[in-house]
C-alpha cells in the first residue's frame, strides 16, 4: 500500500549483526551504482554478496526520494511468479485485468526507486527479462542484484565479491588484526563467548583458522560459533584434517567453493545425531518457520521441550537464524545451509514422507483460517498467511507436480481465495487457480466447481469480465453433473458477481436475490456477506436508497459483533457510495469509519475508495481545496493498489464531476497543486487528513518564507525539482556535483517544512499561480 512517512525509505531490515569491513567494497559498488543503473554482486555462496547488497543500499538512501526496496528471491522457484512478487515487495496490489509487469510500469514510471533483487541465481533468465523491461521504462529506476552469475543484459556493470582479506603465512604475527576476515571471527567469537578477545595465545591460532576458510564470511561465522564447546587450536585441529583429506590426491588448493562445503559438512558433523536430523527435516521449510510448524512437520520424536532445546542448540551454531517480524518469533535456514539440508533430507529415507506432512499441516493451517476468518483473529490470520507465503506456494507447487495431489492444490487455492482478495493478490490467486485446474485434469468434483467459481469472481475484479464469464460456463457444466445444490449456489453466486463486473446491476440484483434465503439459512458465513454485499452495491448503482442500506446493514449486522474488519470495512464503503448524495454527514461518518478499519487491514482498495468519496462530498460541501487533496490522496491508494482509478463500473462520472467542479473553483494550477500534494501523502498521512486529524503541509504557509529563507540557488534547485529532473539532471543543468545537488534539494526541503520532492513541485506551482505583491 501506499508507504507511511517512516516507510518511504523501504524495506530493508536492520542488520541482526554487526557489518565488518568491506570498506573498499562498498565504495565500489556505491560508485559503480552512481554510473550505472543495474549493479549486478557476483560471487559463490557463503561470500557475504547479499551483506555488501544492503550496506551499499542502506549508505545509498538518501539519493532514492522513494525508497531502497529488497526483494527476495531465494526462496522462489516460479519464474513466472517473478514480476508478482515484485510488486508484492513493492505493496502493489494487481486488482486490473493488466498484468503485474504492467503494474509495476505504472508504478515505477516516474519514481526514483533503488530495487535490490537478492539470490537471483535461479530464476537468472525471468530476472533479467523483467529488469531489462523495467530499466527500458523507468528512467529513475536503479537496481542492485546478488547473484552467483551475471544477469548478462546491455548496461550492467558486474561486480565480483572477493572474500575478506585473510593473513597469509608471512604476515606479522601482530598484525593480523588489521586483517577482515579476522575482525570478522573475533566479533562473531565474542557473540558466542562473551569476553573473547584477540591475544598473543590465540592470535596466530585466529589467522590460520582465518587463511584455511580462505576469508569466506560463512565458513568464518559458523566456526566461529564452535568456540562454545572448542578452543580455537580444536577448531583449527579439525579444519587441517578435513583440508588434508580435501587436497588428497589432487596437484592443486581447493577452490573456495570446496573450503565452503568441507566447512559446512565440518559444521554439520559436529552436530549431535539429533541436530543433523532437525536440520534436515527443517530444510523442508520454505523461507523459514514458527515453532508450531516445526511441533507439527519436523519434529520426530522429539517432544515439544527437546525440540526447543535443539532449536536453540542450531540457534547457538549459527545454523539457524532467529527473526521476529511482527513480534512473533521465527526461525530459517541461510540458504546456503538450507540447501545442504535438502541435500541430505534426499539422500534419506524421509524425503517423501516429510513433504507430505508439510503439505497435510499447511493445508490445516488454512482450514484454521478460513473457519475462523470472520472474526476478531482475522487479522492475526492475514498476518501469519504473509508470513507463509512461501510455504503455501511450495505446497501448491508440490500438489500440482505430485500424481494424486491435484485435488489438494485445488483445496487450498479455495480455501486461500478470501486472503488473495483481501490482500488484493488477485494475479498471483489466478496464477494458482489456473495451474491447479489445468493439473487437475478436468474432473467434475465440487472443489473444482468452487476454483472455477473463485477464478471467476477474481478474473471480475480485475476487469477480465470475458474470462470470468467462460469460468463460469465451465462451472455450470461440471456442476450439472454432480447433482449438488451447494455447486449449484456457488456458480449463482459467481454469477451474480460477474453481471456487476460487467456493468449490469440489475442483473446481479435478479441472480443475487434468488440465491439469498439460501445463503442466510446456510453455514457459509462468507458467501452469505459477500451476497449481501454484491446486492448492497448494485442497489446503490441503481440510485436504490434504501435497499442498498438494508443489505450492508445486515452484514454490519453479522460482522461488527465479532469484530471482523474486511467485509465491514466493504459494507461501510458501500453505504458511503449509497448515502453520500442524499445524507453526506451521515455517509461521511460510514466512510470515516470503514477508512479506519481498512488501514488496520492492510487493504488499499477499500481505501481508496472511501477516500475517494470523501472527496465527492467535500466538492459538494464547497471545500475543493480538501477534495482536491484527497483525490490526490485517492489517486496514490489506487496506484498502491495496481489500479488506475475507480474501478466500479457507474462510479467513475462522480470522479470526473468532482475533479471538473473543484478545478473550476480552484483553478488549474491550484488544483493541480493541491492535487500533488495529496498524490505526494504516505498513508498514514492521507488517513490523518481524511479523518481531519492531521492536515497535510500547506503550500501557502511556507508562501511567506520562501523569499527569506531559501537562497537564489535553492529556489532555482527548486524550480529544477518541479520540471521533474533527478538530482543527476539538476547536477548537470547547473555544472555542480551530483553530491552538492543532493545537499540543496536537503536544505530546501528542510526549510520548506516538506518531506518529498512532490511537495517542492506543488509548491513551486502554486507560488507561481498567485499574482506578484503590489509594489509598495
Known amino acids: 500500500m501506499a508507504p507511511s512517512t517512516r516507510d518511504r525509505l523501504g524495506n530493508l531490515p536492520l542488520d541482526m ?22 549493479v549486478t554482486l557476483t560471487g559463490i555462496g557463503g561470500v557475504g554478496k547479499t551483506r555488501l547488497a544492503l550496506r551499499v543500499a542502506a549508505d545509498s538512501r538518501r539519493a532514492f526520494d522513494d525508497g531502497v526496496w529488497l526483494v527476495e528471491f531465494g526462496e522462489q522457484s516460479d519464474p513466472e511468479l517473478v514480476p508478482d512478487i515484485v510488486a508484492a515487495t513493492l505493496g502493489l496490489r494487481d486488482q486490473v485485468a493488466h498484468s503485474p509487469l504492467q503494474t509495476l510500469l505504472d508504478f515505477l514510471d516516474d519514481r526514483q526507486i533503488l530495487l535490490v533483487l537478492d539470490n537471483c541465481e535461479h530464476l537468472v533468465d525471468a530476472v533479467a527479462k523483467l529488469a531489462e523491461t523495467l530499466l527500458r521504462a523507468c528512467p529513475q529506476l536503479r537496481i ?18 572477493p572474500p575478506m582479506s585473510a593473513p597469509d603465512p608471512r604476515a606479522a604475527r601482530r598484525g593480523v588484526a588489521q586483517y577482515e576476515a579476522v575482525t570478522l571471527f573475533v566479533e562473531r567469537a565474542g557473540a558466542a563467548v562473551p569476553g573473547f578477545e584477540l591475544t598473543d595465545d590465540n592470535r596466530a591460532t585466529v589467522a590460520q583458522i582465518c587463511r584455511r576458510l580462505d576469508g569466506l564470511p560463512l565458513p568464518i561465522e559458523l566456526a566461529a560459533a564452535r568456540l562454545r564447546a572448542m578452543s580455537p587450536a580444536q577448531i583449527l585441529d579439525r579444519l587441517t584434517d578435513r583440508y588434508r583429506l580435501l587436497v588428497a590426491g589432487t596437484r592443486g588448493a581447493p577452490t573456495r567453493q570446496q573450503t565452503l562445503r568441507m566447512c559446512i559438512d565440518w559444521s554439520h558433523d559436529l552436530c549431535t545425531e539429533t541436530e543433523r536430523g532437525l536440520w534436515r527435516r527443517l530444510s523442508v521449510f520454505a523461507r523459514g518457520f514458527e515453532l508450531d510448524a516445526a511441533e507439527g512437520i519436523a519434529a520426530g520424536d522429539l517432544t515439544p521441550d527437546d525440540l526447543l532445546d535443539v532449536i536453540a542448540s542450531l540457534v ?28 541430505r533430507l534426499e539422500e534419506s529415507d524421509e524425503g517423501a514422507d516429510l513433504r507430505r506432512r508439510h503439505r497435510d499441516w499447511y493445508e490445516q493451517l488454512i482450514d484454521r483460517a478460513d473457519v475462523d476468518w470472520i472474526g476478531p483473529n482475522q487479522q492475526a490470520w492475514i498476518l501469519r498467511i504473509s508470513r507463509e507465503g512461501a510455504n503455501l506456494r511450495a505446497v501448491l507447487k508440490y500438489c500440482i507436480a505430485e500424481p494424486g495431489s491435484a485435488e489438494h492444490a485445488l483445496t487450498l ?48 475484479n480485475q476487469g477480465d469480465a470475458a474470462a470470468g464469464l467462460a ?10 453433473t454432480l447433482d449438488d445444490p451447494d455447486s449449484d449456489t456457488l456458480v449463482t453466486h459467481a454469477a451474480g458477481h460477474l453481471a ?65 474488519a474486511v467485509y465491514r470495512a466493504y459494507a461501510l464503503s458501500s453505504l458511503g457510495i449509497a448515502l453520500w448524495q442524499q445524507e453526506p454527514a451521515r455517509a461521511r461518518a460510514e466512510l470515516e469509519q470503514g477508512l479506519r478499519l481498512t488501514v488496520r487491514m492492510d487493504d488499499p482498495l477499500c481505501s481508496a475508495i472511501c477516500v475517494e468519496v470523501l472527496a465527492w462530498i467535500a466538492v459538494d460541501a464547497n471545500q475543493p481545496q480538501r477534495a482536491a487533496v484527497l483525490l490526490g490522496g485517492a489517486q496514490s491508494l489506487w496506484r498502491a493498489a495496481g489500479v488506475q482509478g475507480v474501478v466500479i463500473p457507474g462510479l467513475p462520472i462522480h470522479h470526473d464531476n468532482c475533479e471538473r467542479h473543484a478545478r473550476r473553483a480552484l483553478g488549474a ?11 505526494g501523502l504516505g498513508l498514514d498521512e492521507i488517513v490523518a487528513f481524511a479523518l481531519e486529524e492531521q ?31 533527478t538530482n543527476r539532471a539538476i547536477a548537470e543543468q547547473l555544472v555542480i556535483s551530483q553530491r552538492t545537488a543532493q545537499g540543496h534539494v536537503e536544505h530546501v526541503l528542510s526549510k520548506l517544512g516538506f518531506t518529498s520532492r512532490t511537495q517542492i513541485a506543488a509548491w513551486v506551482i502554486e507560488r507561481a499561480a498567485k499574482p506578484a505583491d503590489p509594489p509598495s
Request: charged share 30%.
Open 144 to 161: 542492485l542484484a546478488t547473484s552467483r552469475e551475471p544477469l548478462t543484459i546491455g548496461g550492467e556493470a558486474a561486480f565480483r565479491v
Open 413 to 460: 487455492s479455495n480455501a486461500l481465495f478470501q486472503f488473495w482478495v483481501a490482500r488484493g493478490a488477485l494475479s498471483e490467486g489466478r496464477y494458482w487457480f489456473d495451474r491447479s485446474l489445468d493439473a487437475q485434469g478436468g474432473v467434475p468434483t465440487k472443489a473444482r466447481v468452487e476454483a472455477l467459481c473463485a477464478n471467476a469472481v477474481l478474473a471480475g
Open 17 to 38: 549483526t554487526s557489518f565488518v569491513g568491506r570498506r573498499r567494497e562498498v565504495t565500489e559498488g556505491r560508485r559503480l551504482l552512481a554510473v550505472s543503473r543495474l
Open 471 to 480: 469460468l463460469v460456463d465451465e462451472a455450470h457444466r461440471a456442476a450439472a
Open 695 to 725: 492536515a497535510p503541509p500547506r503550500a501557502d504557509a511556507t508562501q511567506g518564507r520562501a523569499a527569506t529563507d531559501l537562497t537564489p540557488r535553492e529556489q532555482e534547485v527548486a524550480d529544477l525539482v518541479a520540471r521533474g529532473l
Open 669 to 679: 494550477r491550484s488544483f493541480d497543486a493541491a492535487f500533488a500534494r495529496g498524490t
Open 500 to 564: 456487476m463486473f460487467d456493468g449490469d446491476p440489475k442483473t446481479t440484483v435478479e441472480v443475487l436475490g434468488n440465491i439469498l434465503d439460501t445463503v442466510r439459512a446456510g453455514e457459509d458465513r462468507v458467501r452469505h456477506l459477500s451476497t449481501l454485499l454484491g446486492l448492497a452495491m448494485a442497489h446503490a448503482l441503481l440510485d436504490d436508497v434504501a435497499a442498498a442500506v438494508e443489505y450492508a446493514d445486515e452484514v454490519l449486522s453479522i460482522t461488527a459483533p465479532r469484530d471482523e
Open 316 to 343: 547457538d551454531k549459527s545454523i539457524l537464524i532467529r527473526e521476529e517480524p511482527d513480534g512473533v518469533v521465527r526461525y530459517r535456514l541461510l540458504e546456503t545451509l538450507r540447501d545442504y539440508g535438502l541435500e
